[in-house]
C-alpha cells in the first residue's frame, strides 16, 4: 500500500459570519467576506495527520478545488501538518457551478494518479450542505465508504470505521483503499498557528488543471433563486385561557 | 531586555497577535488590549520575571485556542445536530 493519503478541504464562508444574500437573489454575498477552511474538512486533516502521526500512512496531500485564494485554505492543512498540497484551478463561472459531481470527479482523478489508500472529506460542507461528495467519489472509484465516522482504526489493510447514525452507532470494517467522511466527533482539529504556518511556507502545492484530469465541469444544476427563510412572525400575548381558545379558534387551528 | 529574552517575547507578540484575528470581539480590540497588557511590563529586567510572563502568554494561547474551538464545535453542533433529550 502507498500509505499515501488524500484529504479534500473547501474554502468556505467562515462559519461565524452572518450570511446576507445577494439583492438579485441570485446568490450569497462572498466578496469582502471573510472565508476559512470548511470545519469538517479540518476534522478530516486533523484524522490524515493523527494517522501519520501514529506511523499508520506515510504521506498527507491536501487537495483544493476552486480559485487562487483556495491556496489559503491548503496552507492552513500543511500549517496542521499536511505534507504537501494540490490546487486544482477552478475560477470564474465554472467555480459558481462547482459542485459535489465535478469535485468528485476531480477527486476520483487525482485518487487514481495518486495511488491514494485512504480519501478523507469532511461529511458536508456548511454553504452548500450538500453531504454527497464523499459517496460520489467513493461511486466513481468503486471503492467502500465510511461516512460520518466518528472513529477510525486502520487493521492491515482494513479499515474500522464507527459510523454516526440516526439510530445510534454503527461500526464497519471496509477494505482499502476506501473514502472516509468526517463526522463532528471525530477529534478535535488543531488550530494552525503562525509558527506552523511559517514552517509550512516551505511545503509545496501543485497546481492542476480540471482538464489534465479528463474532468468535465459542465453543471447538471441551475440555481434558479436564493432566498432568505421567512421572517419569524411576532407571537401574539394572552391574558386568560379562555383568550387562548378564541384565538386558536378564530385562526382555525382547533 | 535581556537579549535571548527579547527575541521570546516578540515571538510571543506576534503569535498572539495572529491569534487575535479571530477574537470574537474583534481583531482591534484585542491588539489594544494585547498591546496595553505588553506595555504595562516593558521596563521588567529580572530574566526570571521575564520568563514568568512568557509562559503566561503561552498560557494565553493555549485558552485562545481552546476558546476558538469550543466556540465552534458548540455552532456546529447547534446547526447540525439534534439537542439531546
Redesign the interface.
Given at each position: 500500500m502507498s500509505g499515501r493519503v488524500l484529504v479534500g478541504v473547501k474554502r468556505v464562508i467562515d462559519?461565524?459570519v452572518k450570511i446576507r444574500v445577494k439583492p438579485d437573489n441570485s446568490g450569497v454575498v462572498t466578496d469582502g467576506v471573510k472565508h476559512s477552511m470548511n470545519?469538517f474538512c479540518e476534522i478530516a486533516v486533523e484524522e490524515a495527520v493523527k494517522l501519520k502521526e501514529k506511523k499508520l500512512i506515510k504521506e498527507v496531500v491536501a487537495v483544493s478545488c476552486g480559485p487562487q485564494q483556495s491556496q489559503e485554505t491548503i496552507r492552513t492543512a500543511l500549517a496542521m501538518g499536511a505534507d504537501r498540497g494540490i490546487h486544482v484551478e477552478v475560477a470564474g463561472k465554472d467555480y459558481e457551478t462547482l459542485g459535489p459531481l465535478q469535485v468528485s470527479k476531480i477527486m476520483a482523478a487525482l485518487a487514481k494518479k495518486e495511488d491514494a489508500q485512504l480519501l478523507i472529506l469532511g461529511k458536508q460542507a456548511?454553504d452548500d450542505d450538500c453531504n454527497q461528495t464523499g459517496q460520489m467519489t467513493a461511486a466513481l472509484l468503486d471503492w467502500p465508504q465510511g461516512t460520518f465516522a466518528s472513529e477510525v482504526s486502520l487493521d492491515g489493510d482494513k479499515v474500522k470505521v464507527v459510523r454516526e447514525i440516526d439510530g445510534g452507532l454503527e461500526t464497519i470494517k471496509i477494505s482499502t483503499p476506501a473514502v472516509l467522511t468526517a463526522d463532528?466527533r471525530l477529534n478535535?482539529?488543531r488550530?494552525a498557528?503562525?509558527?506552523n504556518?511559517m514552517k509550512a511556507k516551505k511545503k509545496k502545492i501543485a497546481n492542476v488543471k480540471p482538464a489534465d484530469l479528463g474532468v468535465d465541469l459542465t453543471s447538471r444544476l441551475e440555481v434558479l433563486k436564493v432566498e432568505e427563510p421567512p421572517q419569524r412572525e411576532a407571537g401574539v400575548k394572552v391574558e386568560t385561557v379562555e383568550d387562548l381558545v378564541g384565538k386558536l379558534k378564530e385562526t382555525g387551528r382547533i | 531586555m535581556a537579549n535571548p529574552l527579547k527575541g521570546e517575547v516578540i515571538r510571543l507578540y506576534k503569535n498572539l497577535l495572529y491569534l487575535g484575528r479571530e477574537y470574537p470581539k474583534g481583531s482591534v480590540y484585542f491588539r489594544e488590549r494585547l498591546k496595553s497588557a505588553f506595555m504595562k511590563n516593558k521596563d521588567v529586567t529580572d530574566p526570571e520575571q521575564i520568563k514568568k510572563l512568557v509562559a503566561r502568554g503561552d498560557f494565553v494561547i493555549k485558552e485562545l485556542e481552546a476558546l476558538y474551538f469550543l466556540r465552534k464545535y458548540r455552532a456546529i453542533k447547534k446547526r447540525y445536530y439534534e439537542p439531546e433529550e
Open positions: 462559519y461565524a470545519p456548511i463532528l478535535t482539529p488550530y498557528t503562525l509558527p504556518i | -
